[in-house]
């Protein structure tokens, strides 16, 4: 729900109204004093203000705030008007530059890095992205060249590694971009025509595991499946892309307004937050492990499977193609709940796992815990391989969950 609130001018007098999403009566509860929009914009003229927020671009006072956005606005209906600056603090270096008209985003954009060089240049019309959008890594090297158009799906043009090696030219090649933090992935695809094309994948860099994998005939996408989370049958979809470049302007997600909260508040969850990542990372936590040498397990696994009748016709047959069998291994060691896209592979797994014994559970601190195990069974050049994963089960047992103080 959208509340239109007043916020004192300057010493011109009057009003200036900003439409805000209202803030629920749980969330007003969770700080002694709610935040009001008053303590995050300063008008500075009659039409022009100082907006402050974080770096999700939720409205917070200035001494916490990440981003000062500078612009004039519609005293009516609280609209931006003509160019719009957000500026990173402390140090005041120009992230985005938008252009604003009839209350949508309209003309050029500009986005830049904390160093000042610029990292996005586009076009909008009619609050969307349209045209010619180029993109730069921080130390200036081009990184790709993509084109919208009304008609059709998202083109790309040209692309660049980080090394400044040029990936796909005239339309033409492989897209490719990695993402850091906790779960480092790796996602990319073929490009024809400057259209996605085949299966494009996002694996993780840990395991390699994939973890989302969509295909695309001419651009379009066909289906989607992602495996992160899911045991057993990956989770199918067909209506919008996750994987691919995206043209998009990181600001708008003030539209509405939104009040993030006080500094007081902010303080006290990113101390919680930092006792939380301290308690777990003193976490000491070991994998299920088979109940012999993992090579040796695997090898008997493919020698039993001989024994089972009608399996070839859910084995993989062409080289590249993969079989995926998941299971979970509870505190005690044991098997359970075999997936897979055959059931009568699945069936065959649980018959082979469990007659070669119970395995050694994960363990969180030295105190067993659920885990989960995956098989993945490929073709190379005729001969049936397979590949073992493990993992503990997430989320964890409450009661070896960290303790921390609040």
Request: with cysteine; charged share 20%.
């Amino acid at each position: 729900m959208l509340t239109l609130i007043s916020v004192p001018r300057a010493a011109a007098g009057g009003l200036l109204s900003i439409a805000v999403a209202s803030v629920s009566v749980a969330e007003a509860q969770t700080s002694e004093k709610p935040l009001t929009v008053a303590e995050c914009v300063k008008l500075i003229r009659p039409d022009s203000v100082h907006m402050f927020f974080d770096a999700q671009y939720a409205l917070t006072p200035p001494t916490c705030a990440a981003i000062r956005r500078e612009s004039r606005m519609d005293a009516t209906s609280g609209t931006f008007l003509g160019e719009v600056r957000d500026y990173a603090l402390p140090d005041n270096s120009l992230l985005t530059k938008v252009q604003y008209a009839a209350g949508q985003r309209m003309g050029p954009y500009e986005q830049h890095y904390r160093n000042q060089q610029l990292a996005v240049s586009g076009q909008f019309a009619q609050g969307q992205p349209v045209g010619t959008w180029k993109y730069w890594y921080a130390n200036g090297r081009p990184w790709q060249t993509l084109e919208l158009t009304a008609e059709g799906p998202l083109r790309i043009v040209a692309y660049w590694d980080s090394t400044g090696q040029q990936r796909v030219s005239a339309g033409a090649g492989t897209w490719q971009e990695s993402t850091g933090g906790t779960l480092p992935t790796r996602t990319g695809g073929r490009v024809a025509a400057g259209l996605m094309e085949g299966t494009w994948e996002r694996r993780s860099l840990l395991d390699k595991q994939v973890l989302t994998a969509e295909d695309y005939r001419g651009g379009r996408l066909q289906e989607g499946r992602q495996y992160i989370g899911v045991v057993g049958k990956p989770k199918k979809y067909q209506t919008q892309s996750l994987l691919g470049p995206r043209v998009a302007d990181v600001s708008a997600s003030i539209e509405p307004f939104h009040l993030g909260k006080s500094c007081e508040e902010r303080a006290q969850l990113a101390a919680a937050a930092a006792a939380s990542r301290a308690a777990y990372a003193a976490m000491i936590m070991v994998q299920p492990t088979p109940p012999r040498d993992p090579s040796t397990y695997q090898r008997e696994i493919l020698m039993r499977l001989s024994r089972f009748n009608n399996l070839t016709q859910w084995m993989p047959r062409t080289d590249g193609q993969s079989t995926v069998v998941t299971a979970e291994v509870d505190a005690q060691g044991q098997l359970h709940n075999f997936t897979s896209e055959s059931g009568g592979l699945s069936n065959a797994f649980a018959s082979i796992m469990r007659e070669l014994g119970a395995w050694h559970p994960a363990t969180v601190n030295g105190r067993p815990v659920p885990g989960q195990v995956r098989i993945i069974l490929k073709m190379y050049s005729s001969q049936l391989q397979s590949s073992l994963q493990a993992n503990v089960a997430f989320p964890l047992p409450p009661d070896v969950m960290p303790k921390t103080t609040k």
